[in-house]
């Protein structure tokens, strides 16, 4: 049966502005109490809190951390559990990138390289591995997602509609499509190890 989310305990990494915003709001409106982890939007992160707890009647709070270092992915694991009661979802949806031509291995320095690998490889991994120590006791265990994109693209007005009309669907992807995949996912207990393509059929073109 569908795993629900009424009362569960979700962690949103990135989450006080753009899809991670939404996706806190996805999953408050199911019931769920929200963490809301921010590293520089703190006025955002605390808005959005108010608003959740608001509209939805959920339990909320904001934590600053930096999903690109093990001993931050660590504390807001902890906090969550503390302040919330538990955890049940993770969504490791922070990221780092920089805008660069594409094919162009001279753009970034190495310290970006490692910057990039340390938020978006390394921060899943300490997450996933700081919650699993609860998701391991939970009785209905414990939900870890991702978020990947092709944010770190550069693409010209032209380029863009290029793309648009090389799609499936022939549109721009929509955020809040993609925010509610991930409520599709924590929902459906029978899922897991998935990769889920929300881009309007480009990968298919």
Same mark, same amino acid.
């Given at each position: 049966?569908?795993?629900?989310?009424?009362?569960?305990?979700?962690?949103?990494?990135?989450?006080?502005?753009?899809?991670?915003?939404?996706?806190?709001?996805?999953?408050?409106? %199911?019931?769920?109490?929200?963490?809301?982890?921010?590293?520089?939007?703190?006025?955002?992160?605390?808005?959005?809190?108010?608003?959740?707890?608001?509209?939805?009647?959920?339990?909320? *709070?904001?934590?600053?951390?930096?999903?690109?270092?093990?001993?931050?992915?660590?504390?807001?694991?902890?906090?969550?559990?503390?302040?919330?009661?538990?955890?049940?979802?993770?969504?490791?949806?922070?990221?780092?990138?920089?805008?660069?031509? *594409?094919?162009?291995?001279?753009?970034? @320095?190495?310290?970006?390289?490692?910057?990039?690998?340390?938020?978006?490889?390394?921060?899943?991994?300490?997450?996933?591995?700081?919650?699993? @120590?609860?998701?391991?006791?939970?009785?209905?265990?414990?939900?870890?997602?991702?978020?990947?994109?092709?944010?770190?693209?550069?693409?010209?007005? %032209?380029?863009?509609?290029?793309?648009?009309?090389?799609?499936?669907?022939?549109?721009?992807?929509?955020?809040?499509?993609?925010?509610?995949? *991930?409520? *599709?996912?924590?929902?459906?207990?029978?899922?897991?190890?998935?990769?889920?393509?929300?881009?309007?059929?480009?990968?298919?073109?």
């Amino acid at each position: 049966m569908p795993y629900s989310l009424k009362g569960r305990n979700v962690l949103v990494t990135g989450g006080s502005r753009g899809l991670g915003a939404l996706i806190a709001q996805r999953f408050a409106a %199911e019931g769920a109490n929200v963490a809301i982890n921010y590293i520089s939007s703190a006025q955002d992160a605390e808005n959005l809190a108010v608003t959740l707890k608001s509209d939805f009647g959920v339990e909320t *709070f904001t934590i600053r951390g930096d999903q690109g270092l093990e001993r931050d992915c660590i504390v807001m694991v902890n906090e969550t559990i503390v302040t919330l009661g538990g955890i049940d979802v993770v969504i490791a949806n922070a990221g780092w990138t920089k805008f660069t031509n *594409f094919g162009d291995l001279y753009s970034m @320095k190495e310290s970006e390289w490692d910057r990039c690998w340390a938020v978006n490889v390394k921060g899943c991994l300490h997450l996933c591995r700081e919650a699993m @120590k609860t998701f391991n006791k939970n009785p209905e265990g414990g939900v870890f997602l991702m978020t990947s994109s092709a944010g770190g693209s550069k693409f010209g007005e %032209e380029r863009l509609e290029a793309l648009k009309n090389k799609a499936v669907l022939k549109k721009e992807t929509d955020l809040e499509d993609c925010a509610n995949a *991930f409520v *599709f996912a924590a929902k459906n207990s029978s899922l897991t190890g998935a990769s889920i393509r929300v881009d309007s059929g480009y990968a298919i073109r």
